[in-house]
């Protein structure tokens, strides 16, 4: 028969076990939200531009933008840096490029 510090400590593993679920789970819907909210359409940008804009598609240009701002300014005085960074901003462009071709071939990046 259990004593009773067993059946505590029983009930105790069975409780962090429920609570571990319920985290996953809480944590799993959070992230599914924050991804739709993310690939969902920018009204400030889509009025800016005139057609719809994502979010995700605003944020990658906003990086490209400040990469290519980064490699103009280290230019002269650090060539790693604007070499890091114009590598970045082609990546980024490629990427870019990639998604707006939407099932193209992913060789040219």
């Not at 593993?13 to 944590?27: E, H, K, T």
């Amino acid at each position: 028969m259990l004593k009773n510090d067993e059946i505590m400590q029983t009930n105790a593993i069975g409780r962090s076990a429920v609570r571990a679920a319920d985290i996953r789970r809480l944590l799993t819907g959070k992230a599914q939200s924050i991804i739709m909210w993310y690939n969902g359409r920018s009204g400030f940008y889509s009025e800016l531009c005139g057609f719809d804009v994502t979010r995700k598609l605003a944020v990658r240009i906003n990086l490209l933008a400040v990469f290519m701002m980064v490699a103009a300014i280290v230019g002269l005085q650090q060539p790693v840096a604007a070499i890091t960074a114009a590598v970045c901003s082609a990546w980024m462009v490629c990427g870019l490029n990639r998604e707006e071709e939407k099932g193209g071939d992913d060789e040219n990046c």
